[in-house]
């Protein structure tokens, strides 16, 4: 095992109440680590950090096999039912800042539900409260993750036929993030094989930026 070196990817998730994140993040995890389940109120009301542990078999680097840990910031959402649009960009900004601040951000996830269409204007808020927190390059280090992707396909959607019927809203959305896009099916998520499939697809939009971060501050 002395060959085997390490890389850890660090990721938030972002999106409003009940659109799955908190579950998001425990399927990249592959642990239970986030609270989540069906309230009328919003769940999550701090940003926590979960780590998985080492992960083989995934990836290479220099020839040589790496093993890979996730580290993913669950945050609350926005819009939420008890904290306002600045409580919501503080909490995420300090987190963000306590907790990649030296090793930076690989990847921002949007997260949407698939089994919702998306409506002119609705992600608004969200993208801009994204811009605010990673800059003006922010696109280049965010990916839209759709969850409930079991649903979508129960009625009869695979991934082709869902984005050929996919509002002109969530279309372009894609294109502004390069297409770089993941959907999550909710019932099977915390199976290794399609956990594996989702962190595979991280890992090549991670490689495409050339392994590039966010957020990241000097000691000095």
Not at 129 to 148: N, S
């Amino acid at each position: 095992m002395a060959d085997i070196h390490e890389m850890t990817i660090n990721l938030v998730v972002l999106g409003k109440a009940q659109a799955g994140k908190s579950a998001a993040g425990n399927s990249l995890l592959g642990s239970s680590d986030f609270e989540s389940r069906l309230c009328p109120s919003s769940v999550t009301t701090r940003c926590s950090l979960g780590r998985s542990g080492r992960i083989l078999g995934l990836m290479r680097r220099n020839g040589r096999g790496s093993a890979l840990r996730v580290r993913v910031l669950d945050t609350p959402g926005h819009p939420h039912s008890a904290l306002s649009r600045e409580q919501v960009a503080d909490t995420v900004r300090a987190a963000l800042a306590q907790h990649f601040g030296e090793e930076g951000l690989h990847l921002a996830l949007l997260v949407l539900r698939a089994d919702l269409p998306l409506c002119p204007g609705e992600s608004n808020d969200t993208l801009q409260l994204i811009q605010e927190l990673l800059g003006p390059t922010w696109k280049d280090f965010t990916a839209v993750l759709l969850t409930h992707a079991d649903k979508a396909e129960e009625a009869g959607y695979n991934e082709e036929t869902y984005l050929q019927s996919a509002s002109s809203s969530l279309l372009s959305l894609l294109s502004s993030v390069q297409h770089k896009y993941i959907f999550l099916d909710n019932h099977n998520s915390i199976i290794k094989e399609e956990r594996n499939i989702i962190l595979r697809k991280l890992l090549n939009f991670i490689q495409k930026n050339n392994y590039q971060v966010l957020l990241k501050h000097s000691k000095e």
